[in-house]
């Protein structure tokens, strides 16, 4: 069973245009990191979310941690093709060893046409 | 500074061989992730070190070993290839084990098994 499930899972728009991904699980998070992957590369970290309720701003892209710290989304305002990639959110929680684990998340596949 | 690096890039083995993977962190960096990323999905993790130390593994076979060295530096094994270990083997290095820790990741190698 998948921890963090992402919706949409494909996401086509116009440039110019806004769009909204989320980031949902029954599980609770210490913190929750959002990255923007494009082919051949590794994944790229835009921010990471700590405390519940939490918004964060990067430019055009706006992050929310929900108020359980049990979900997340990503808005992402006017569109440019340059948005174009696979967002994937990553939960982390106490795991034994003493260390974080990280859970990604299914992903979301954008795709902004020119 | 040099980001996290991966050796190979690219691949190509065939069932019953086994690979080895190799990664350098970030300088200053003491913690090695391993993630597998099967195309279309997020990356699942595999296992984490810290120095030179196993801090946990994800639910991968035995086939699946890794290794930190004492300048940090890690690999990843996998025996007896399967066509399903075929994947983007993905790196991450981070400061240490905490809460919060901001994780950056190689470009990957790509495995495929043939």
């Known amino acids: 069973t998948q921890l963090l499930e992402q919706s949409p899972q494909f996401l086509s728009i116009q440039e110019g245009e806004n769009l909204t991904v989320y980031c949902n699980s029954s599980s609770v998070f210490s913190s929750l990191q959002w990255y923007r992957q494009e082919p051949g590369e590794g994944p790229v970290l835009l921010v990471t979310?700590?405390?519940?309720?939490e918004v964060k701003k990067l430019k055009r892209l706006t992050f929310q941690f929900g108020d359980a710290r049990k979900d997340s989304s990503l808005h992402i305002t006017a569109a440019q093709p340059g948005d174009t990639g696979l967002y994937l959110c990553?939960?982390?929680?106490?795991?034994?060893?003493?260390?974080?684990?990280?859970?990604f998340g299914t992903g979301t596949k954008l795709q902004v046409i020119p | 500074d040099a980001g996290v690096t991966q050796s190979p890039t690219h691949l190509i083995k065939t069932r019953g061989q086994h690979v080895t993977l190799r990664c350098s962190p970030i300088?200053?960096?003491?913690?090695v992730s391993w993630y597998q990323q099967v195309l279309g999905q997020g990356p699942q993790f595999i296992f984490q070190y810290y120095e030179k130390e196993e801090r946990g593994r994800g639910n991968f076979p035995d086939r699946f070993s890794a290794r930190q060295f004492p300048n940090y530096s890690s690999e990843l094994n996998v025996n007896a290839l399967l066509l399903g270990d075929s994947a983007l083997y993905l790196c991450?290095?981070?400061?240490?084990?905490?809460?919060?820790?901001?994780?950056?990741f190689g470009p990957g190698t790509r495995l495929t098994v043939l």
């Open positions: 300088s200053g960096h003491k913690s």
């Open positions: 979310v700590v405390t519940g309720g």
């Open positions: 990553a939960g982390e929680r106490p795991g034994s060893g003493g260390y974080q684990k990280v859970t």
């Open positions: 991450a290095s981070s400061r240490d084990t905490r809460s919060y820790n901001e994780q950056f």
